[in-house]
């Protein structure tokens, strides 16, 4: 054996038991699904981004104020939330002085922000609608969901608008303003929406006929959940007091995506071209006759003229969306026994999945449900971001 091939044999055996063997730690395998859903550490940070982007210039701060605004609607802090989602209405709208009326900082700001999506816009009036709800504010309530149509006339096809619309018109005993919106829920192609519409309206029917009040031994309980995610989308089963099952809300409910529709996707894709082959020519153009005149500065010069005339490439792309817009909304309207302490939530993604459950008492000291309008409103938002889990 060659005496550089021992040499390093010996090396590497000495090198073997001299070294004790390395002992791996393994992490604690994570719950398979989350036992509880928390917003406050989110609406903590985005209180601060909210203030930290505006500082900054960062044209988007409008997308944080939302975010603010919606986890803040999730966490109970509703008169934070609707604060946040008027501002950025305001902003949106251009109204300065307005929404400086409700944050300070506002006021110096005179530059052009990011502009909503009307979907996004759409969206900020029914969080604003769904505060005045919760605060017990119908006529106010009724006002934003009504701005959405407008800027929206298909909005009066989305079961979430005919829902709350009816509900606001029934708790004001407008039967028929109810029975409009409870009867354009009853034709909605999803059965599980046209079935909600039929049931409300042999109750309104019955209200208004006989004049029969809601049994004393009842409460009404309403169950509206936001999957932000793709992969928080699935079916959600309710139960009283963590065991009685009452009912499933289905897993494709209310879509309100906030991406472009398909026209203005091609709108979008039309302008894009265009301003790119202007900005070729452009650059082509006085590449040539810059290149003559400056020799070897010249096509430099003629990218820089490009860009402060049509605006940097990357600069034009409007890549940025508020996140935590929902990409599914489902909700129930359920009659519940007036004795009911807790109410639990479980849910599941599209493979039939568990993926977590949370518990909302109704009444005390640590009731997470809102109470208003003479109706129980659980509220959950589904973000990976709000899950907990117990090991």
Known sequence: MPRSLSVLLILLALLFFNCPPSTSTVPPARPRYFSNLVYEPAITRYKSTVEKKFQEKDL????????????????GSIADAKKAFMAAYRVDAGDRPGAAKLYDWLVV??????????????????????CYLLEDNIPEALVEFKKLRQFDQDASKLPVVNFYMGLGFEKQKKWDDALIEYRALKEMPHSYFAELGASLIRQIELQRDSGLAPQPDS????????????????????YLDANQFVATL?????????????LEANRR??????????????????GLLLERALPGAGRELAD???DITLGKEEENKDT???????????FARLKIPATTE????????????????CDYPLQGKNARAKFAAGTFFIIAGLAEEFYVYQN
């Open 304 to 306: 820089d003229i490009a």
């Open 60 to 75: 988007s701060y409008i997308l944080s104020l939302l975010s603010y605004g919606i986890t803040s609607f999730y966490g």
């Open 219 to 238: 409460v009404e309980l309403i169950v509206h959940i936001d999957h932000q995610t793709a992969t928080s989308i699935g079916r959600a089963e309710v």
């Open 109 to 130: 700001d005179s530059r052009t922000v990011y502009k909503l999506k009307k979907r996004e816009r759409e969206l900020v009036h029914l969080y604003l609608g769904l």
């Open 250 to 262: 289905p897993e494709n409910g209310d879509s309100f995506n906030v991406q472009l529709t398909a």
């Open 342 to 357: 807790a109410v639990r939530l479980v849910f599941y993604n599209r493979a039939g999945a568990m993926q977590g459950f």
């Open 320 to 330: 940025r969306a508020w996140g935590y817009a929902p990409l599914n909304i489902t």
């Open 269 to 286: 894709a039309m302008q894009q071209a265009s301003a790119k082959a202007a900005r070729l020519g452009l650059r082509l153009l006085g």
